[in-house]
């Protein structure tokens, strides 16, 4: 399948290595060039170059045959805003929008994008890790 | 009128102001401590320090009893979640957008933002209207009719100079509506004779607007 990752931070990039040596047709977008170099030697995909929320770059990576859509910039808005122009503007059959920020996640998960918040993630992953550790703090106490 | 204006830079000020000055209620929700300083200074406290993209703050802003929130923060991305926010979850009735790549409007509009202002597409209309009926100008765009109305000159170079406008092939979907000639307005007919030198008013479709272009012009 046709993969679009929007965002080379450490996640896109891990994201695109991985889709990639599976042998899917992996194509990353970020604004910053540099970012690149977090993709693997081998990684056969394409990278382009340009603001996500810029339909002539969507455009110019081939949106309109992406199978998926996965932004994951650190930027929240641009994220929202990106994976509903896949999603209404472009057809996008799966999209996948990373949220930070767990109200905002809520919004838009009400409003039909399909989300990942790694804030929310992390906290409940930390507290089920401590899900019945009494530790050893005097106020712990039985 | 409770008008909530995100983003306190140049536009959200001179909004506020303005605003004001017309006996409305303001709030002005800007995240940078010496721009909130500065307008509260200026126009009194009228200033939510705070990330208008964030619920909480939208919250504390009494958004919900808003008649319109306004977001005209520099970023594009930003002004679209503030104004979906603000109507998805606190249901204000009108949200405007300020847009810097005009291309955004239609996906603003998709995305049922109600208005869209984009200072690159008014500083365009300006500078189309300064040309000598080289090129095709703007009148109005009928969103939801998917035409537009333009004006454009006939350039002696076109094959339509000279012809009857029963003759002339236009392109589908396009309209001569008005010939202006010699400083006079005649309402067209299929009768009328083009000649070099006629400002047109057109109504048409944006798909067209190049083949209109080409015909009068080249």
């Known amino acids: 399948m046709m993969v679009l990752i929007l965002g080379c931070g450490r996640v896109g990039a891990r994201l695109a290595n991985v889709l990639d040596s599976e042998g899917h047709d992996v194509r990353v977008i970020d604004g910053n060039a540099d970012s690149f170099r977090r993709l693997a030697q081998e990684f056969k995909g394409q990278t382009i170059v340009g603001q996500g929320i810029d339909d002539d770059t969507l455009r110019r990576a081939g949106i309109e045959k992406a199978d998926v859509f996965a932004a994951v910039t650190n930027d929240d808005n641009t994220n929202i805003m990106a994976s509903q122009m896949a999603k209404v503007l472009h057809n996008v059959p799966k999209v996948i929008t990373r949220i930070y920020d767990p109200i905002r996640e809520e919004t838009y998960q009400t409003l039909g994008l399909e989300t990942v918040c790694p804030t929310a993630l992390g906290a409940q992953m930390i507290e089920e890790m401590l899900d019945g550790y009494e530790g050893h703090l005097p106020s712990a106490e039985k | ?59 504390e802003a009494g958004v919900n009893r808003a ?107 396009t309209l001569i509506l008005v010939v202006i000639r010699g400083g006079k307005t005649s309402v067209a007919t299929s009768e009328t004779r083009l000649e070099a030198g006629d400002q047109l008013i057109a109504l048409t479709r944006a798909q067209k607007e190049g083949e209109l272009r080409s015909l009068l012009l080249t």
């Open chain 2, 67 to 173: 008649d319109v929130i306004v977001a005209v923060t520099g970023d594009d991305e930003d002004n679209l979640v503030i104004c979906q926010m603000a109507k998805k979850k606190f249901n204000v009735p009108r949200t405007i957008a300020r847009i810097n790549n005009p291309k955004n409007e239609q996906i603003f509009r998709l995305l049922g933002i109600d208005a869209t202002v984009s200072s690159t597409d008014l500083i365009m209309q300006q500078i189309e209207q300064e040309l000598p009926a080289q090129a095709l100008i703007h009148l109005r765009l009928l969103r939801d009719a998917d035409l537009e109305l333009v004006e454009a000159g006939v350039s002696p170079r076109s094959a339509v100079a000279g012809q009857k406008l029963q003759d002339v092939q236009l392109p589908a979907d």
């Open chain 2, 1 to 59: 009128m409770y008008v909530v204006v995100a983003g306190g830079g140049k536009v959200g000020f001179y909004l506020a102001k303005t605003l004001i000055n017309e006996g409305h209620e303001v709030l002005v929700i800007e995240r940078d401590r010496r721009k909130s300083d500065s307008i509260n200074e200026e126009l009194g406290s009228v200033v939510l320090r705070g990330d208008a993209c964030e619920a909480s703050i939208l919250s």
